[in-house]
């Protein structure tokens, strides 16, 4: 039983697309021969030692933490990961990663979180707008020229809204204007206040296409100075991102919900610390697999009760308490992100069946590996 690397790479690729990652992260193949087989898949949170020693030969290890991050200069076998990648290589095994781009897809590892946890997702918390930048051009021009402005906006690349082309809304109205000394007016006269019928033109245009627009409407209008605006479009959310934000199916005060937390992800010496009032109700949760108080702003003003992340420090933590009554619930880095293998692994299971074995790697590789003692 095998398949194809390059086969499973377009499978992950096609989940977890590339483009969604950071552009500081390092995702994708690290070791492997795309044009080989692969005998099995073997998934996990990071690549060390321990958990490469779970890999069997000829098998895949998909990892969400890169191994190679920054930048090296050896990948001598004596160094701790130059020892990994030699070994990868000596037994034909293949080490592939999917890192913020598996953060932000949909489903994610945010998704995974939140399953674990009971939670219907309803959003994403920090989306990645979707589509290029957009403005709205509105022309005012009189009637009997409206179709020679709108072909020239719509020639100048303005008017088009997915597949459909030569878009735009009209209606009529009356302009007004009162030229003055060294104007030369298209209608009336200096000095003259001036009533005209005229048509307001409004088409979508990319932001990158300004200047452009801008010539073509200069050239077809027939008034020396054409009056519009330019209003910049704010950018559409979509369904991917960091975070998500969903419901519990009945609310719990805090201490209930922290329970829940650690009852459904694996033990650490970390724990589960929260924050916030153990006796206020939690309906909606804002959750961030992986550290997340980057976010912390974001969840203030999105309609949470808690949020649950990972690597919360001491003042960044303190100032949201001080501003904010969304409790914060902290758990192990490594915790928040396990859920995310088994949908990895159901993932691949669902593509290759039987075809190529998949199983979620329970090497625990939290840093942090000596419980306190009480």
């Given at each position: 039983?095998?398949?194809?690397?390059a086969?499973?790479?377009?499978?992950?690729?096609?989940?977890?697309?590339?483009?969604?990652?950071?552009?500081?992260?390092?995702?994708?193949?690290?070791?492997?021969?795309?044009?080989?087989?692969?005998?099995?898949?073997?998934?996990?949170?990071?690549?060390t030692?321990?958990?490469?020693?779970?890999?069997?030969?000829?098998?895949?290890?998909?990892?969400?933490?890169?191994?190679?991050?920054?930048?090296?200069?050896?990948?001598?076998?004596?160094?701790?990961?130059?020892?990994?990648?030699?070994?990868l290589i000596?037994?034909?095994r293949?080490?592939f990663?999917?890192?913020t781009n598996?953060?932000?897809?949909?489903?994610?590892?945010s998704?995974?979180?939140?399953?674990?946890?009971?939670?219907?997702?309803?959003?994403?918390?920090s989306?990645?707008?979707?589509?290029?930048?957009?403005?709205?051009?509105v022309?005012y021009?009189?009637?009997a020229?409206?179709?020679?402005?709108r072909?020239?906006?719509?020639?100048?690349?303005?008017?088009q809204?997915?597949?459909?082309?030569?878009?735009?809304?009209?209606?009529?109205?009356?302009?007004q204007?009162?030229?003055?000394?060294g104007?030369?007016p298209t209608?009336?006269?200096?000095?003259?206040?001036?009533?005209?019928?005229?048509?307001?033109?409004?088409?979508?245009?990319?932001?990158?296409?300004?200047?452009r627009?801008?010539?073509?409407?200069?050239?077809?209008?027939?008034?020396?100075?054409?009056?519009?605006?330019?209003?910049?479009?704010?950018?559409?959310?979509?369904?991917?991102?960091?975070g998500?934000?969903?419901?519990?199916?009945?609310?719990?005060?805090?201490s209930?919900?922290?329970?829940?937390?650690?009852?459904?992800?694996?033990?650490?010496?970390w724990?589960?610390?929260?924050?916030?009032?153990?006796?206020?109700?939690?309906?909606?949760?804002?959750?961030?697999g992986?550290?997340?108080d980057?976010?912390?702003?974001?969840?203030?003003?999105?309609?949470?009760?808690?949020?649950v992340?990972?690597?919360?420090?001491h003042?960044?933590?303190?100032e949201?308490?001080r501003?904010?009554?969304?409790?914060?619930?902290d758990?192990?880095?490594?915790?928040?992100?396990?859920?995310?293998?088994?949908?990895?692994?159901?993932?691949?299971?669902?593509?290759?069946?039987?075809?190529?074995?998949?199983?979620?790697?329970t090497?625990?590789?939290?840093?942090?590996?000596?419980?306190?003692?009480m």
């Amino acid at each position: 039983m095998s398949a194809r690397l390059a086969d499973v790479i377009a499978v992950l690729d096609a989940a977890y697309p590339p483009h969604l990652a950071h552009d500081w992260d390092s995702v994708g193949l690290v070791c492997g021969d795309p044009d080989e087989a692969v005998d099995s898949v073997t998934v996990s949170v990071d690549a060390t030692a321990a958990v490469l020693a779970e890999v069997p030969e000829r098998g895949l290890l998909l990892a969400h933490h890169p191994l190679l991050l920054r930048g090296v200069d050896t990948v001598a076998a004596s160094t701790a990961k130059g020892a990994l990648i030699h070994q990868l290589i000596r037994t034909g095994r293949a080490l592939f990663t999917a890192h913020t781009n598996a953060d932000s897809a949909s489903p994610g590892v945010s998704d995974a979180l939140a399953e674990s946890l009971g939670l219907t997702v309803e959003s994403v918390l920090s989306p990645v707008h979707a589509g290029p930048d957009l403005d709205k051009w509105v022309v005012y021009v009189p009637a009997a020229d409206a179709s020679t402005v709108r072909d020239a906006l719509f020639a100048a690349g303005g008017g088009q809204i997915g597949d459909y082309s030569h878009c735009s809304w009209s209606v009529t109205g009356t302009g007004q204007f009162l030229p003055h000394d060294g104007a030369t007016p298209t209608i009336g006269q200096v000095g003259s206040v001036e009533q005209v019928s005229e048509d307001r033109i409004e088409v979508i245009a990319p932001a990158r296409l300004r200047a452009r627009i801008l010539a073509a409407l200069q050239a077809a209008h027939p008034y020396e100075e054409p009056a519009f605006d330019i209003i910049a479009l704010a950018p559409i959310p979509g369904d991917v991102g960091i975070g998500r934000v969903g419901s519990l199916p009945e609310p719990e005060p805090l201490s209930a919900f922290v329970s829940r937390v650690c009852q459904a992800l694996p033990g650490t010496s970390w724990g589960v610390r929260a924050a916030g009032d153990p006796e206020a109700m939690v309906s909606r949760v804002a959750v961030c697999g992986g550290a997340g108080d980057s976010l912390l702003g974001t969840v203030t003003s999105a309609g949470v009760q808690a949020y649950v992340t990972s690597d919360l420090r001491h003042h960044p933590a303190d100032e949201h308490r001080r501003s904010s009554a969304v409790a914060l619930v902290d758990v192990a880095h490594w915790a928040s992100e396990f859920p995310w293998c088994a949908q990895a692994a159901d993932l691949l299971r669902a593509q290759f069946g039987d075809a190529l074995p998949v199983r979620v790697c329970t090497v625990r590789t939290d840093p942090w590996n000596v419980d306190s003692a009480m």
